[in-house]
């Protein structure tokens, strides 16, 4: 209840870039003014000032990660062989087969 009270708590764009992402993260008043300017982040505005909560803030973090695209660095899993059932059991047989001779 405390946690969701504070979350909820009106805070300005300066605080709360700090509060939520750190001093030294890089993100500040004005980056989050041009990403409500964009549409992605909740504020509203009382005396002229702009306002946000951390719950909107963690709400567009998420929104973010939900539309960003795959980062090329990451590698991507090797997808298995194509090679279908059958002709796994193909190649199996022909093996036993070579094996039997050789034993013979």
């Given amino acids: ?29 004005k980056s989050l003014q041009r990403l409500a300017r964009q549409g992605k982040l909740r504020t509203f ?8 909560t951390l719950a909107a803030v963690a709400e567009m973090v998420n929104s ?8 090329p660095h990451i590698a991507k ?13 193909a190649q199996a047989i022909a093996s036993i087969g070579e094996a039997a001779r050789d034993v013979r």
């Fill in 64 to 71: 973010a990660s939900e539309r960003a695209p795959p980062d």
């Fill in 1 to 29: 209840m405390l946690q969701a009270k504070a979350d909820s708590r009106p805070l300005r764009l300066d605080v709360a870039a700090r509060e939520y992402f750190g001093e030294d993260s890089g993100v500040t008043r």
């Fill in 77 to 89: 899993p090797t997808l298995p062989s194509t090679v279908s059932a059958v002709e796994r059991a």
């Fill in 45 to 52: 505005r009382v005396a002229n000032k702009s306002f946000t």
